[in-house]
């Protein structure tokens, strides 16, 4: 099999439809059947189930269809790892909202001071994938994480402990109270351990909050647009508390702070690669 043939099966599984695959792949149907044909006998697997009007997976192809992401993966890291534009490359993953408003800026320093380094850095990917395929297959050098697995093959180094503060965009005398929680204006959001367990046992097995989302982001534009209140870790939130923009509320009850940890492999420790990965976290940080 080689990477045209994962990228077809990849497309279609995702669209359930061998035209619109060609078209994502900017080749003809035919192109798209006839390698599906050489990775299906290369598998020895019936990958789809097709008629006239319907796609399916078959349940190879469910089976089939984690191992060609992480191949794929690995043949697109493994031309990074080939290069000889760079004498090193490094590829780290982590929430956006440690990028954006944490790392960016030492990212883009690291940058102009190692030009020889190439530097990809991965977000909006599952938590648990990051360690579990990205760090383990070697994909990833070093991933950032709030709540890490313990792992016999992965080590973690604490980079920072953030505050979480309730915040609006007007300040309030009263205290928020865990009913507040209850009322339209509360926004959610999820943060790493032990936010998720404190908030829980705060508000009662059965809470759905009336507005949530995942995206940092998202909760920010929301609180400046004074839509309601909500959770933001102290570094994001600092430029506009400063400003005045945004108001920190002041509570009934103690919010934990959270852990942000980097995770690479241990048998790598000494590579290059991480090395220069931790060195651009701790310098980014400062």
Same mark, same amino acid.
């Given at each position: 099999?080689?990477?045209?043939?994962?990228?077809?099966?990849?497309?279609?599984?995702?669209?359930?439809?061998?035209?619109?695959?060609?078209?994502?792949?900017?080749?003809?149907?035919?192109?798209?059947?006839?390698?599906?044909?050489?990775?299906?006998?290369?598998?020895?697997?019936?990958?789809?189930?097709?008629?006239?009007?319907? +796609?399916?997976?078959?349940?190879?192809? $469910?089976?089939? #269809?984690? &191992?060609?992401?992480?191949? /794929? @993966?690995?043949?697109? !890291?493994?031309?990074?790892?080939?290069?000889?534009?760079?004498?090193?490359?490094? +590829?780290?993953?982590?929430?956006?909202? $440690?990028?954006? #408003?944490? &790392?960016?800026?030492?990212? /883009? @320093?690291?940058?102009? !001071?190692?030009?020889?380094?190439?530097?990809?850095?991965?977000?909006?990917?599952?938590?648990?994938?990051?360690?579990?395929?990205?760090?383990?297959?070697?994909?990833?050098?070093?991933?950032?994480?709030?709540?890490?697995?313990?792992?016999?093959?992965?080590?973690?180094?604490?980079?920072?402990?953030?505050?979480?503060?309730?915040?609006?965009?007007?300040?309030?005398?009263?205290?928020?109270?865990?009913?507040?929680?209850?009322?339209?204006?509360?926004?959610?959001?999820?943060?790493?351990?032990?936010?998720?367990?404190?908030?829980?046992?705060?508000?009662?097995?059965?809470?759905?909050?009336?507005?949530?989302?995942?995206?940092?982001?998202?909760?920010?534009?929301?609180?400046?647009?004074?839509?309601?209140?909500?959770?933001?870790?102290?570094?994001?939130?600092?430029?506009?508390?400063?400003?005045?923009?945004?108001?920190?509320?002041?509570?009934?009850?103690?919010?934990?702070?959270?852990?942000?940890?980097?995770?690479?492999?241990?048998?790598?420790?000494?590579?290059?690669?991480?090395?220069?990965?931790?060195?651009?976290?701790?310098?980014?940080?400062?």
């Amino acid at each position: 099999m080689d990477s045209s043939q994962l990228e077809a099966f990849i497309a279609i599984a995702r669209l359930l439809n061998f035209t619109k695959a060609a078209e994502h792949l900017h080749i003809s149907q035919s192109a798209v059947t006839a390698r599906i044909k050489a990775l299906e006998t290369a598998v020895g697997k019936t990958l789809f189930e097709r008629d006239n009007r319907n +796609v399916s997976l078959t349940k190879a192809g $469910v089976a089939f #269809y984690p &191992y060609a992401e992480r191949m /794929l @993966r690995l043949f697109e !890291e493994s031309k990074l790892t080939l290069s000889d534009t760079f004498e090193h490359s490094l +590829v780290l993953s982590g929430p956006g909202s $440690v990028w954006h #408003y944490r &790392y960016l800026p030492g990212i /883009l @320093r690291f940058k102009r !001071e190692h030009p020889n380094v190439a530097v990809k850095f991965l977000s909006n990917i599952d938590p648990d994938y990051m360690i579990r395929d990205l760090l383990l297959d070697g994909i990833v050098h070093l991933s950032i994480k709030f709540d890490p697995p313990d792992h016999p093959k992965v080590t973690k180094q604490l980079l920072f402990e953030d505050e979480i503060v309730l915040l609006a965009k007007e300040p309030r005398d009263r205290p928020v109270q865990k009913e507040d929680f209850r009322s339209a204006e509360y926004c959610h959001i999820t943060w790493g351990a032990p936010f998720p367990g404190w908030f829980a046992e705060l508000v009662g097995p059965a809470f759905v909050p009336a507005l949530e989302t995942d995206h940092s982001t998202i909760m920010l534009t929301i609180l400046l647009q004074g839509a309601g209140f909500g959770f933001l870790p102290r570094s994001v939130a600092q430029p506009y508390l400063d400003s005045q923009t945004l108001f920190e509320l002041p509570c009934a009850f103690d919010i934990p702070s959270i852990r942000a940890y980097a995770a690479y492999l241990t048998d790598l420790r000494d590579h290059d690669s991480v090395k220069l990965g931790l060195k651009l976290l701790q310098t980014g940080d400062s």
